[in-house]
């Protein structure tokens, strides 16, 4: 299996628990893996037959921002429900990190896999 990845990616959005929370923008760091077979795009230098990270990477930005949620882990569900329907992945690893809920902290989050490896 190929991983086509997107790491670091920041994206400002209103998610959190607490009413203050949900008055302000925060920031998100996604980090994704997604499994897939890249032979085809290889092959004949074509974007087409693989994943584009540039889209993915608005497709998130998107979502994050269309509803607002409380926790990281509906953010989380939901953006790998997505994209495991849409696109031709096969497994992914997701992290989001919210590097400004503890302070104590660099960053807290969740990390999901969802599909399979095989």
Known sequence: MD???I???HVQT???YYQW???IKQLLIFDLQMGTDIRAAADNDELAKTIDYAEISTLIAEFANAKVV???ETL???LAAKLLAEYPIKWLKLKISKPQAVSEAQAV???IERGSRT
């Open 70 to 72: 409380d926790l990281l």
């Open 3 to 5: 991983i086509v990845f």
């Open 21 to 23: 929370e949900k008055e």
């Open 14 to 16: 209103t998610i959190g």
């Open 109 to 111: 989050g969740v990390i």
């Open 76 to 78: 989380a569900e939901g």
């Open 7 to 9: 790491e670091g990616l």
